[in-house]
């Protein structure tokens, strides 16, 4: 297993951490709607002035936010299809197994901070407020399409397809993380979290498969 890459995983959540203490700390206003408190708010609010609410990047993301769900449904499916087959968790393929878990990870980070809420979004939803950080579209985004990138470049031999996979990936991300930034629905901080989140997790699931194959290796 590579040192730089479970490093790589651990400077990453460890900024993570250190955001979302120092959002409840650090320049602390009410600059929110209904009055709601922000952190970073000069920062915050000087990046959301820059660009109005967009309905068209909001169209985008949502659906590359759908579609990073469609891939999680699908390596869910071959994981169940694989432990039907198979009689045992223990012959499901470990990098399916790994990419289940981080799924599970981000899901439990979604529910933790909808529940334990950082900042709010800079616009009502729906006449409500609701919490923003971290950036559920921006931590999907980093995290599984990240995480197809790890395993593509794991388990695909044929170059061409390989590459294939991963640009698009790429793009899809790319497209995602900053088109939510732009559709005005998030605070920049909001952003930088669920990226920084998501990279902790792949590039922890990229160290396990980098471990499996050494393991194989010897």
Same mark, same amino acid.
């Given at each position: ?92 393929? /470990?990098?399916? !197994?790994?990419? +289940?878990? %981080? ?8 529910? =933790?901070?909808?529940? &334990? @809420?950082?900042?709010? /979004?800079?616009? !009502?939803?729906? +006449?409500? %407020? ?8 921006? =931590?999907?985004?980093? &995290? @599984? ?5 790890? !395993? ?18 790429? @793009? ?47």
């Amino acid at each position: 297993m590579k040192k730089n890459t479970i490093l790589s995983a651990a400077v990453c959540a460890l900024l993570f951490i250190l955001l979302t203490i120092a959002l409840k700390a650090v320049d602390v206003q009410a600059i929110g709607p209904e009055n709601s408190s922000v952190g970073f708010a000069g920062l915050n609010g000087a990046v959301h002035d820059l660009w109005p609410e967009s309905g068209f990047w909001h169209g985008i993301t949502t659906a590359t936010g759908l579609f990073a769900i469609l891939i999680m449904v699908l390596f869910a499916a071959v994981g169940a299809w694989e432990l039907y087959a198979r009689k045992s968790i223990l012959k499901v393929d /470990r990098e399916i !197994l790994a990419m +289940g878990v %981080l799924y599970v990870c981000v899901i439990l980070l979604y529910v =933790l901070f909808d529940k &334990a @809420v950082v900042n709010y /979004r800079p616009v !009502l939803e729906d +006449g409500q %407020l609701e919490s923003s950080f971290p950036s559920t579209h921006a =931590l999907l985004a980093s &995290a @599984v399409f990240g995480s197809t990138i790890v !395993l593509a470049q794991s388990i695909v031999t044929r170059k061409t397809t390989q590459k294939a996979i991963v640009y698009a990936s790429l @793009v899809l991300m790319v497209i995602t993380v900053f088109g939510r930034l732009l559709s005005g629905l998030h605070w920049f901080t909001d952003i930088l979290g669920g990226v920084l989140a998501g990279l902790a997790l792949t590039f922890a699931y990229k160290a396990y498969l980098e471990y499996l194959a050494e393991h194989k290796a010897s």
